[in-house]
C-alpha cells in the first residue's frame, strides 16, 4: 500500500511539499575536484509521487549521482522519452569517473559484522546489465512443491494410524487389556532403552544436516539438497510466469530498467558475498497494486509496482531489493523447507498419539487443531520472524556496500505503520504474524544503521551531505499532523457557525414591547 493512498489531494500535496521543502535546506552539490564525464546517459525510473514539482539534487549511489524529481515536463531536462501527464518521473544522471574511484579494499572496522570485512573490489557504476537474462515482458519463495505434497500424505497415515490403534484397543477384551499391560510392565527398560536409542539417532541426524551459512556464520538445518531444491524453485518459476504472464512489464518500460539497473548494481557491488556471483540474476517486474518483492532461490527476482508506488526514493528500493536478494543468499527458503518438513515428521508422532488417546473423533479432531496451532504460533512464525530480521541485516549490508543511503532502510517501515494507522487498520499483535510489525523492523534497522555506515566508509563510499532522511520523515509527520488538526478545527468551526446561522434569523421582540407589557400588567 502507498504511504499516501486514502489521503485527500490537498493533504497529500501539503504532506509532499514539506518533504520537498525540508529537503531543500541542504542540497547536495558534486566537489569542484570531481571530473564529469563528458558524456551523461539517463536512467529513467518511475517515481509514484506526482506531487513535487522541483527539481533539486541529492547523493545517490556510488559515482556522483544526480536524480531530480519533476511533474508534467516542467523541467524538460529531467525527462525521457517516457514521459507521463499524470505520474511523475525520477531520473538520475551517472557520472563515471576514471580509475581512481575504484575501490581500494576493506580495512579492518570496529563493530562492523563478518561480511562487511570487504568489499568487491571494483564496483562499477550502473550501467547496462549484459550478464543479465532478462524476460519477455508472497515475501520469500514458499515452501516447495515436494512438501506440499507430502504434508497431507503424512496427516492422513497418522490419522489411520492413530484411529486404528483406538479401534483395536476399544475392540480388547478386559482380560487382554490386563495382560497387555502387564507385559508393557515387565519390558519397561527395554521399552526405555528403545525409546532412548530412537532419540539418540534424531539427535545425530539432526546434527548432520546442519550446514554453518558462510555469509553470517550460523549453523542451520538442510533436510534438501541445494541442486534439488534448484530444481523445485525452477517449477516455482514457471507457476509465478504462467500466473503473471498477463502482468510482466515490458523490459522498455522506465520501471523495470530501473529495478534491472539497481539488481545488477547491488549484485556487481556485492560479488565477494558468497552466493552472489554464482546466480544468474533475472529481473520481473509485475503489473499489480500488491506491495510485495520476492526472490527465488535460483534468482529469479519479482518485484510488484505496488512496491514500487511505495517507496519514496531509490535508496528504500535498493534496502528492499538486498532484503529479497539476501533471503536467497541465505538460502531461507530451503532452510524453512527444511524445518517445515522436520516439524512435520515430530508432529505426525504427536498426531498419531492424539488419535490413539482420545476416545472419541470429536476430541482428536480438537486435539490436533491445538497441535497444529501450538506448532504454528510456537514454531513457524518466531522461525519466520527470525529469517526476516536476518534479511534485514544483511540486506542492509548489501544496500551499504552499493553506497546507498541505508538512513532511509527504516524510513519506509515508519511510512508503512504511519499509512496504516491513516487507513485505521487494527495494530495485530507481532506474534500473530510471520514478520516482525513495522514498528519493530524500523527500530532494529535503527540500531544497525551506525555499522552500515561505518561499512560505508570502509568501501570509499561518497559521503552522505543530506539531511538525514529518518529526521525529514519525522518533521513532515508532525507538521502534516499539525495542518490536520486546524483544518479539522476550522470545519467544526464553520459547522457550528452553520448550525446556529437559524437562531440568528429569527425576529427578536423589541424591548419598549416587553416593558409596556409589564406597565400594563
Not at 5 to 18: D, E, V, W
Not at 448 to 456: G, S
Amino acid at each position: 500500500m502507498s504511504l499516501l493512498y486514502g489521503l485527500q489531494s490537498t493533504r497529500r500535496n501539503r504532506f509532499l511539499s514539506g518533504v520537498n521543502n525540508l529537503a531543500n535546506r541542504r542540497q547536495w552539490t558534486p566537489p569542484a575536484s570531481c571530473p564529469l564525464a563528458p558524456k551523461l546517459r539517463a536512467v529513467n525510473a518511475y517515481w509514484g509521487l506526482n506531487t513535487v514539482s522541483r527539481c533539486h539534487s541529492v547523493t545517490l549511489l556510488p559515482r556522483n549521482f544526480l536524480f531530480c524529481r519533476t511533474l508534467n515536463n516542467k523541467k524538460p531536462r529531467c525527462l525521457s522519452s517516457a514521459q507521463s501527464k499524470e505520474l511523475g518521473v525520477l531520473t538520475y544522471r551517472c557520472t563515471v569517473r576514471g580509475d581512481s574511484v575504484l575501490r581500494q579494499g576493506a580495512r579492518k572496522v570496529a563493530g562492523v559484522p563478518a561480511l562487511a570485512a570487504s568489499c568487491s573490489p571494483s564496483c562499477p557504476a550502473i550501467k547496462e546489465a549484459r550478464s543479465f537474462r532478462t524476460s519477455a515482458r508472497v515475501q520469500a519463495a514458499p515452501v516447495p512443491l515436494l512438501l506440499l505434497i507430502l504434508k497431507p500424505v503424512q496427516k492422513l497415515l497418522a490419522i489411520i494410524v492413530g484411529r486404528g490403534i483406538r479401534k483395536w484397543w476399544q475392540a480388547l477384551p478386559p482380560n487382554k487389556k490386563e495382560l497387555f499391560k502387564d507385559s508393557v510392565r515387565k519390558n519397561k527398560w527395554r521399552l526405555l532403552l528403545g525409546l532412548s536409542a530412537f532419540g539418540l539417532l534424531f539427535v545425530v541426524f539432526y546434527f548432520t544436516h546442519l550446514e554453518v551459512s558462510p555469509v553470517t556464520g550460523r549453523s542451520k538445518l538442510l533436510l534438501v539438497g541445494k541442486e534439488h531444491f534448484r530444481l523445485l524453485s525452477d517449477l516455482e518459476y514457471e507457476v509465478w510466469m504462467e500466473e503473471f504472464k498477463n502482468d510482466l512489464l515490458p523490459e522498455r518500460d522506465p520501471r523495470y530498467l530501473t529495478v534491472k539497473e539497481m539488481v545488477y548494481h547491488l549484485t556487481q557491488c556485492n560479488r565477494d558475498v558468497p552466493g552472489i556471483s554464482e546466480t544468474n540474476w533475472v529481473v520481473h517486474v509485475v503489473d499489480s497494486s500488491a506491495v510485495n518483492a520476492f526472490v527465488l532461490p535460483n534468482g529469479q527476482v519479482f518485484i510488484f509496482t505496488g512496491l514500487l508506488n511505495s517507496v519514496t526514493d531509490v535508496h528504500q528500493l535498493s534496502f528492499l531489493l538486498g532484503h529479497e536478494i539476501a533471503h536467497a543468499v541465505l538460502g531461507h527458503a530451503a532452510e524453512k523447507a527444511s524445518l517445515v518438513h522436520l516439524l512435520d515428521f515430530l508432529g505426525m508422532i504427536f498426531l498419531t498419539m492424539i488419535w490413539a488417546i482420545c476416545p472419541r473423533d470429536s476430541l482428536a479432531v480438537l486435539g490436533q487443531w491445538i497441535q497444529s496451532k501450538l506448532q504454528e504460533y510456537m514454531f513457524d512464525r518466531p522461525y519466520s520472524r527470525t529469517l526476516e530480521a536476518e534479511a534485514d541485516k544483511v540486506g542492509l549490508q548489501l544496500a551499504a556496500k552499493a553506497c546507498a543511503d541505508v538512513r532511509a532502510s527504516s524510513v519506509f517501515w515508519q511510512q508503512m505503520e504511519f499509512s496504516e494507522s491513516l487507513h485505521g487498520y487494527p495494530k495485530l499483535p507481532e506474534w500473530l504474524s510471520t514478520h516482525p510489525s513495522h514498528g519493530n523492523r524500523a527500530e532494529y534497522l535503527d540500531r544497525l544503521i551506525p555499522q552500515a555506515l561505518k561499512l560505508r566508509e570502509v568501501c570509499n563510499c561518497p559521503p552522505l551531505s543530506g539531511p538525514d532522511p529518518r529526521l525529514l520523515f519525522r518533521l513532515t509527520v508532525k507538521r502534516f499532523l499539525e495542518d490536520s488538526e486546524k483544518e479539522d478545527l476550522n470545519i467544526t468551526v464553520k459547522k457550528q457557525k452553520t448550525d446556529a446561522l437559524p437562531i440568528q434569523k429569527q425576529e427578536q421582540i423589541p424591548l419598549t414591547y416587553v416593558l409596556e407589557k409589564r406597565t400594563a400588567g
